[in-house]
């Protein structure tokens, strides 16, 4: 007797999970549930709103790319507005300033009194034969200036634009020499028997042999390669008459130089490296012939 009542007061208590199950679960479930529906719940847009908020979704974007490309002009002003020198021999050339871009590379061995002996990296250019006459009319070169920058800035197989570089070269050649010296965005070369010249930009040197072929037929694609050159800077805005003159000076001065000798077939090249806007007395030229050293 004694044995039963514990057992029967051990199977009551058994009934008390019977409440701590029922009523303390349910009523979290009820709320979860009631807290879900309420979240999902989303008031519907309106016309308007939407368009609103397209709006100043449009005005961010557009603030965003604003600021990228003011920032961009700025390099690019900022390599106009604060350009370099190169070392200079005489008062004339210490006033002349170049634009702050890539330019083709090259140390100097050696310099006289009216010139300097350059040996120049090879690089790749995009020519164009000019449709003028002479080397330096406005029309002509424009127009071969315009063709090359068109391929330049996206005319090309990859429609990619490129950096521009220094200087523009103008050159004057022999129908069968096709090899060209200098850097710098445009050159100008004139064919001998033809009495064409032809206009070429260097090419970035990051692309090397890689460059986006051009859409346009009348651009070609070369590769300059190392050479000497004697090089003789000018100021001022340069004619045909001027190089003409500049040429036969530095071919007479080259004549007494004790190491180096124009190289056989050689024709004068020109290098402008400043753009039209740039006042005369800070603008550099360059007129250069290849040389070789001579056999001792």
Known sequence: MLLCKPSLSLITPCTLPKTLTLKPTKKPSLTITNSITTNNERKPISAFEAR????????????????RLLMDLATETAKYVFPKRFESQN?????????????????????????????????????????????FDLNGASR???????????????????????????????????KM????PVISKKLEDQDKWQMSFVMPSKYGANLPLPKDPSVRIKEVPKKVVAVVAFSGFVTDEEVKQRELKLRDALKGDRQFRVKEGASVEVAQYNPPFTLPFTRRNEIALEVERKEE
Not at 158 to 173: A, D
């Open 52 to 67: 609103v908020s397209l709006v100043f979704a449009l005005a961010s974007q557009t603030s965003s790319l604003s600021q």
């Open 91 to 135: 008062l004339e050339e210490a006033l002349m300033a170049v634009p702050d871009l890539e330019t083709v590379k090259f140390k100097v061995l050696s310099r006289r009194g009216q010139y300097e002996i350059r040996e120049a990296e090879s690089y790749f250019i995009a020519e164009t034969t000019m449709p003028g006459r002479t080397g």
């Open 144 to 178: 071969s200036f315009n063709v090359l920058a068109e391929y330049l800035f996206g005319k090309n197989t990859k429609r990619e634009t490129m950096e521009m570089t220094t200087p523009v070269i103008t050159r004057k050649t022999q129908s069968d020499g096709e």
């Open 181 to 184: 010296e200098m850097t710098t």
